[in-house]
């Protein structure tokens, strides 16, 4: 690997935090990212930086690194030191990518970073006082969403109630997804034996490169507290997959002889079965585990039902992304395990697979459909009714990541507040929150006086389409559904798939 060095020679050997950004070499990208730290932060931050730009050049889009050095030629005085490294492979994954830069780092805390975040100085301000007075091993910094364009949708990727917090690193990941902004690269500074090269590698050969550092940092911090900001650190641009547009997840499926949905399937399922034959993780504790992010909110299992589904598709659509009988049995067996309440679903999905082998179609649409309908993938505002274990005369008792949530069979909408607030109190003004022992000693002291007080009166309504978008919706699902016309669409230009795909939103 090509190697550029610049050293600040006035300050002590070891730097306190090594900033290392992966990046494939586009200067716009990595002169605003870096802009953005240097025109934020303040000066003492800035000098116990140690920048390990790691120039992952993709053969797609050759880029002129002597442009790069040109521009960090320049900061040599501002950090502590600054290195470019050419790495002398592509890596197809920013997970792979980062891996490698790793190896370059010296300093106490490891912040890793895509070249596309604009930091912003609240969230700089806080990071410079965790690393020099913080007692906690890992920080976690709040980032928001913004376009290419420079509009922010104003979501924020996880919510608090306070400005700052403690909570065990699985804790947050059960509440947020492991697949989610809120544990991507760039939110996190750690200190760096926590993030060890030999696991990780071993979880990428294991279980594939996506959301890998997650899994490294659950085996390493496993019930340690972390501290958590509600400061914005920065904010991310969306991705082209965001709009609809997947040329990049298919031309990644290609190079690396996986399947489309690989990421969202196999990895997953591969990286929690690395945890639970480790014991950090149960298979209780991924039923309980949710996905929350801006104003979603859904259990990380139903995420994996969503893409296995539309894998198996892929394969009735596409003879070579037929999943074989072994890895379908693999998945199958995960889901019974970790999702009990789903047994009807899951068997149903036996015959959806079954029928993706066979030559007709319309049994496989018929099947397909009525699994689709079971995940409620595409409604606006689910129940949660699989959350439910037992109801309490005129309370419901509800999974969460703690344990259980108790609220009012009346409530379908404010008993979301405990899982959306990272650090949400025990209890709240509708909601309470049990441990598992709590739960089994549960006695609720108040009973109902009137019927509608055992009976929930009222739901979480989903958005009602317009007439003319009804049946459009129809038409595109009747499209969707036979293979010529899959096969098709998967051949047209992204702004018309992005197009069809908001009619099914």
Same mark, same amino acid.
């Given at each position: 690997?090509?190697?550029?060095?610049?050293?600040?020679?006035? /300050?002590?050997?070891?730097?306190?935090?090594?900033?290392?950004? #992966?990046?494939?070499?586009?200067?716009?990208?990595?002169?605003?990212?870096?802009?953005?730290?240097?025109?934020?932060?303040? #000066?003492?931050?800035?000098?116990?930086?140690?920048?390990?730009?790691?120039?992952?050049?993709?053969?797609?889009?050759?880029?002129?690194?002597?442009?790069?050095?040109?521009?960090?030629?320049?900061?040599? *005085?501002?950090?502590?030191?600054?290195?470019? &490294?050419?790495?002398?492979?592509?890596?197809?994954?920013?997970?792979? $990518?980062?891996?490698?830069?790793?190896?370059?780092?010296?300093?106490?805390?490891?912040?890793?970073?895509?070249?596309?975040?604009?930091?912003?100085?609240?969230?700089?301000?806080?990071?410079?006082?965790?690393?020099?007075?913080?007692?906690?091993?890992?920080?976690?910094?709040?980032?928001?969403?913004?376009?290419?364009?420079?509009?922010?949708?104003?979501?924020?990727?996880?919510?608090?109630?306070?400005?700052?917090?403690?909570?065990?690193?699985?804790?947050?990941?059960?509440?947020?997804?492991?697949?989610?902004?809120?544990?991507?690269?760039? =939110?996190?500074?750690? *200190?760096?034996?926590?993030?060890?090269?030999?696991?990780?590698?071993?979880?990428?050969?294991?279980?594939?490169?996506?959301? +890998?550092?997650?899994?490294?940092?659950?085996?390493?911090?496993?019930?340690?507290?972390?501290?958590?900001?509600?400061?914005?650190?920065?904010?991310?641009?969306?991705?082209?997959?965001?709009?609809?547009?997947?040329?990049?997840?298919?031309?990644?499926?290609?190079?690396?002889?996986?399947?489309?949905?690989?990421?969202?399937?196999?990895?997953?399922?591969?990286?929690?079965?690395?945890?639970?034959?480790?014991?950090?993780?149960?298979?209780?504790?991924?039923?309980?585990?949710?996905?929350?992010?801006?104003?979603?909110?859904?259990?990380?299992?139903? *995420? &994996?039902?969503?893409?296995?589904? =539309?894998?198996?598709?892929?394969?009735?659509?596409?003879?070579?992304?037929?999943?074989?009988?072994?890895?379908?049995?693999?998945?199958?067996?995960?889901?019974?395990?970790?999702? #009990?309440?789903?047994?009807?679903?899951?068997?149903?999905?036996?015959?959806?697979?079954?029928?993706?082998?066979?030559?007709?179609? $319309?049994?496989?649409?018929?099947?397909?459909?009525?699994?689709?309908?079971?995940?409620?993938?595409?409604?606006?505002?689910?129940?949660?009714?699989?959350?439910?274990?037992?109801?309490?005369?005129?309370?419901?008792?509800?999974?969460? #990541?703690?344990?259980?949530?108790? +609220?009012?069979?009346?409530?379908?909408?404010?008993?979301?507040?405990?899982?959306?607030? /990272?650090?949400?109190?025990?209890?709240?003004?509708?909601?309470?929150?049990?441990? !598992?022992? !709590?739960?089994?000693?549960?006695?609720?002291?108040?009973?109902?006086?009137?019927?509608?007080?055992?009976?929930?009166?009222?739901?979480?309504?989903?958005?009602?389409? +317009?007439?003319?978008?009804?049946?459009?919706?129809?038409?595109?699902?009747?499209?969707?559904?036979?293979?010529?016309?899959?096969?098709?669409?998967?051949?047209?230009?992204? +702004?018309?798939?992005?197009?069809?795909?908001?009619?099914?939103?």
């Amino acid at each position: 690997m090509a190697l550029v060095n610049f050293n600040n020679s006035n /300050i002590s050997d070891i730097p306190l935090v090594s900033l290392v950004v #992966p990046t494939t070499g586009k200067l716009t990208n990595l002169t605003r990212c870096l802009n953005s730290v240097i025109y934020s932060a303040k #000066p003492l931050l800035l000098r116990n930086i140690e920048l390990i730009i790691f120039v992952n050049i993709d053969p797609k889009t050759p880029v002129n690194l002597k442009n790069i050095e040109n521009f960090t030629g320049g900061l040599q *005085e501002v950090f502590y030191s600054v290195r470019i &490294i050419v790495a002398n492979k592509f890596y197809l994954t920013a997970e792979e $990518s980062a891996l490698a830069a790793i190896e370059y780092a010296s300093g106490k805390y490891l912040w890793i970073s895509g070249d596309k975040r604009v930091f912003l100085p609240e969230g700089l301000t806080r990071l410079e006082t965790f690393v020099t007075e913080g007692h906690e091993p890992c920080a976690y910094f709040n980032s928001t969403w913004v376009d290419n364009t420079g509009r922010t949708s104003g979501y924020q990727s996880t919510y608090f109630s306070s400005s700052s917090c403690l909570v065990s690193y699985k804790e947050f990941v059960m509440s947020n997804g492991a697949n989610y902004m809120a544990t991507t690269m760039g =939110a996190w500074v750690f *200190e760096r034996q926590y993030l060890n090269p030999e696991i990780w590698m071993d979880i990428i050969a294991t279980c594939g490169p996506h959301f +890998s550092h997650v899994t490294v940092l659950l085996l390493t911090l496993k019930d340690v507290n972390v501290r958590c900001f509600s400061s914005y650190l920065f904010q991310a641009e969306f991705k082209a997959y965001h709009t609809g547009d997947d040329s990049e997840w298919a031309r990644y499926a290609t190079l690396s002889d996986t399947y489309r949905f690989y990421a969202w399937t196999f990895g997953l399922v591969r990286q929690f079965n690395y945890l639970i034959k480790a014991e950090i993780y149960t298979y209780a504790d991924v039923r309980r585990s949710m996905c929350s992010e801006r104003s979603l909110l859904k259990r990380q299992v139903d *995420e &994996i039902y969503a893409h296995f589904l =539309a894998q198996i598709r892929f394969g009735w659509v596409k003879k070579e992304e037929v999943i074989t009988k072994t890895e379908f049995e693999e998945i199958m067996y995960f889901l019974f395990k970790s999702c #009990p309440e789903k047994v009807i679903l899951n068997t149903l999905i036996v015959q959806v697979y079954e029928a993706s082998l066979e030559s007709g179609s $319309s049994k496989f649409c018929d099947l397909f459909d009525k699994a689709m309908l079971s995940i409620n993938i595409d409604a606006a505002a689910p129940f949660f009714s699989t959350l439910l274990v037992c109801q309490v005369g005129g309370e419901y008792i509800r999974l969460h #990541p703690k344990g259980y949530v108790v +609220s009012s069979v009346r409530d379908n909408k404010e008993f979301l507040m405990p899982y959306k607030l /990272i650090d949400a109190p025990k209890s709240g003004s509708t909601w309470q929150v049990l441990t !598992e022992d !709590e739960f089994y000693s549960y006695n609720n002291k108040s009973c109902p006086k009137v019927i509608s007080g055992l009976f929930p009166n009222s739901h979480a309504k989903t958005v009602r389409k +317009s007439l003319i978008n009804r049946i459009k919706y129809r038409v595109v699902i009747r499209v969707y559904r036979y293979r010529l016309a899959a096969i098709i669409i998967s051949r047209l230009p992204s +702004s018309i798939k992005h197009y069809l795909k908001s009619i099914l939103m």
